[in-house]
């Protein structure tokens, strides 16, 4: 079995008990989503493991395959997992309020190589949706431990309008939810470590009210807010509209409308995932073994971090995709780069 091209994976559809009860169009159609889904996991060598959809690797986890080709996936010498995770969120009723904690907490507290950052771009919204982004003006560590002991914790978040087109960066401490009425394209690190401030008072899908992890949250919470919007960044690329929506330590987030061929080439070469939201097009590998492969709206292609570049070839009305990438600390961040 050769060492893989671009490879298209399986999304892994979740229900939950905040789910909308159904997806809105066109995405529904994308993805044959039932009701009751509130997640669908993209791109995941973690938990809910994304698997590949065709193809010689067909079949196989993407643990799997970057345990046979840590390298030429990972683009690591020493191996090492997928460090991020790509999904949508679907929201009908109100997240629990959390945080995550940094990867220096996650190991002191969880025994985890990584905490959790994250962002959030909006692919549709209702009118009047919010999310909560950090704490209201003039609340600092001490009001928010107060209101946590009052049962108060609503009164001192900030409720900020989210709108489609919207992207908000979260990083690890910072007090957040999503609230209902978003479909929401989520990439963070590949981390599950949770704390629990408040959950409206829900039950579980057992009945019970959820766990809450309240002194954790208190520990690992970096007072900030209210959060807006993250400004975009015109990025120049040959063949496409490309923005940078998000750029954090470890991963960024692009938007790309290609129109006609763009090379996508990233140095240093670092692990991608290519998510396709609107539009039909080609995917290839110039110069390489694999066969040109067909682009269509709800398709994820991992992108090995050994084949450095690859093609996109949009189809007469467009093409509109998603680019994540990790973005190892020690390095530049490859969704800064120019092609």
């Known amino acids: 079995m050769r ?6 994976l399986e999304p892994v559809l979740l229900p ?23 997640e669908i ?19 196989m986890g993407l643990d799997q395959v970057i345990a046979r080709w840590p390298e030429w996936v990972l ?11 790509v999904k949508l969120l679907s929201v009908g ?93 989520e990439i963070q690190q590949a981390s599950d470590v949770t704390y629990r401030f408040y959950d409206w008072d829900r039950l579980g899908d057992d009945g019970r009210p959820r766990t809450l992890h309240q002194e954790r949250a208190l520990e690992v919470m970096r007072p900030s807010g209210p959060g807006r919007p993250a400004p975009r960044r ?7 509209e490309r923005e940078l929506l998000v750029s954090d ?14 090379l996508v080439e990233r140095r240093p070469a670092v692990v991608r995932v290519l998510y396709v939201a609107q539009g039909r097009g080609r995917l290839s590998v110039p110069g390489g073994p694999w066969e040109e492969q067909e682009l269509s709206p709800g398709q994820s292609w991992l992108i090995p971090a050994g084949l450095g570049r690859c093609q996109v070839s949009g189809g007469p009305e467009g093409l509109t995709l998603f680019e994540c990438a990790a973005a190892p600390p020690a390095q530049d961040n490859p969704a800064t780069r120019g092609d």
Do not use: Y
């Open 16 to 38: 939950k008990v905040w789910a909308a009860d159904r997806l809105p169009r066109p995405w529904r159609d994308d993805f044959d989503a039932p009701p009751g889904i509130g």
């Open 249 to 262: 330590e470890h991963f960024a987030l692009a938007r790309c409308r290609v129109r006609r061929a763009w």
């Open 75 to 85: 683009g690591q010498a020493d191996g090492g997992e997928l460090p991020i995770l």
């Open 93 to 185: 009723q109100w997240l629990s309020v959390q945080v995550h904690p940094d990867d220096q907490a996650a190991r002191r507290l969880e025994n985890e190589p990584w905490g959790k950052s994250e962002a959030w771009h909006v692919l549709a919204a209702e009118a009047g949706a919010e999310i909560i982004h950090g704490l209201a003006v003039g609340v600092d560590a001490a009001a928010v431990a107060k209101a946590v002991a009052g049962g108060r914790l609503p009164e001192v978040l900030a409720r900020v309008p989210a709108k489609a087109g919207d992207t908000f960066h979260l990083p690890a401490g910072t007090v957040h939810a999503t609230g209902p009425g978003l479909l929401i394209l």
């Open 234 to 240: 015109a990025l120049p690329a040959e063949g496409a």
């Open 3 to 8: 060492r893989p091209g671009p490879l298209l």
């Open 41 to 59: 996991w993209l791109a995941s060598a973690r938990g809910h493991v994304t698997k590949v959809a065709r193809g010689e690797h067909a079949g």
